[in-house]
């Protein structure tokens, strides 16, 4: 929402190639949000939920590499929270599968 008001003060015209970027920004968002709600109706929400915020990472990394941005080193150490953030909570699901089917057989 925040993005829409700045449109009243610096808006540009798209021209040229920018509108086919634009585009393939519209078709690989919808092809995305289509592989998301797919994923959210058949695993658990909480596994589809943590691996959704890597894409802080690679939205980054992307932007590193190609676009040539920098990144300090509070990026950095952000994205690494976030990846041992992601490897922890992963690992601590699996954790908690194995002692309930542990449970559930001694039982």
Known sequence: MVGFFS???????????DWLF???????????QMFLTNALQRER??????VNYTGLVYA?????????EPQSIMSLA?????????LLSVLYGRRQ??????EATAA
């Open 7 to 17: 449109l009243f003060f610096a808006w540009e015209t798209p021209q040229g190639w």
């Open 22 to 32: 634009l585009f393939l920004v519209g078709v690989f968002s919808q092809i995305g």
């Open 45 to 50: 929400i909480a596994g589809v939920a943590i």
């Open 60 to 68: 980054i990394t992307i932007g590193w590499f190609v676009f040539g």
């Open 78 to 86: 952000g994205m690494m929270l976030v990846v041992i953030g992601v």
């Open 97 to 102: 599968q194995q002692v309930e089917q542990i």
